[in-house]
């Protein structure tokens, strides 16, 4: 139960982040928001890594041999690196996406990372399940239905790009759980958004140019992404995997593109056509039938 009200505030938090990334969007280039925010979720989380290292002595040399200390190190600073470039990817292409799809369409594509996880999860070794591939297709279906109008030229860049940062998300799902232990969440969630946020500033730099002006600007929705959907968020995504079940964990933070949908048509008065409403109803069909655990059967339990 503990881990799934924190997965569940996790789905609201994400859900009303893409409202606040619009409103980003509209203050200042794309990739320089991304950076900025996640760079500022980075020095938010700094003073809990700092405690929690502390507290739980996870890199202490009085607590631990050299040999765990130089274990320790060498995956956090693999995780920072995995994680962070993953969360890069997820994060600056979905930022930018929303440039040109709405903020309930971004969210149900976004979702998609619930049924490229287990996929994803086939290079740590896990398997591909029949009702895997299954989801897979119904999601594409759905991706379809609500961005190829008229075929693939039907699609807008933001489309693809929104596509592309599913894959990342779920690329960072899988890394994270290669590297969580009961010690190093807030270690590797903070590690993670000071990475991203970093590579990131160096391409904001390189694209974008320096818009101090446009960021003092922004300040206010920089801090509400940054204290409720990013570091609130993801932080609470870390807790929250540690203790509810796998398959319930991502059917529960699934339901961040519901929410997306409904701030969306509340705050920015965003209306979905009824062709894009059957494409996300599929794709979210297909979230859900993915972590859905059949029962064993009386041969099985025998």
Known sequence: MKGNVLLLLTA??????????????????????????????????????????????????????????????????????????????GSMSQQIGLRTVSAGKSGFITSIYIVFTPLFATIVGSKVKKRTALCIALAMIGFALMSLKGGLGGATRGDWLTLLSAAGFAAQIVAINCFLDKDNAVIISQLQFFVSGAIGLVIALIVDGLVLPAVIAGIPVLLYQTFVPTAGGYTLQTLGQKYAEPSIAALIMSLEAVFAMIFGALILHEMMSVREIAGAAIIFAATIIGQIEPKPSAKEDN
């Open 12 to 89: 609201i938090m994400w859900g009303s982040g893409f409202i606040s990334s619009k409103f980003g969007n509209a203050a200042m280039p794309s990739i320089t928001f991304n950076a900025v925010r996640q760079l500022m979720a980075a020095a938010v989380l700094a003073p809990l890594a700092f405690r929690s290292i502390s507290k739980s002595g996870y890199l202490s040399a009085e607590q631990n041999s050299s040999e765990q200390l130089t274990y320790r190190k060498t995956k956090l600073v693999k995780a920072a690196l995995l994680c962070g470039i993953f969360l890069l990817i």
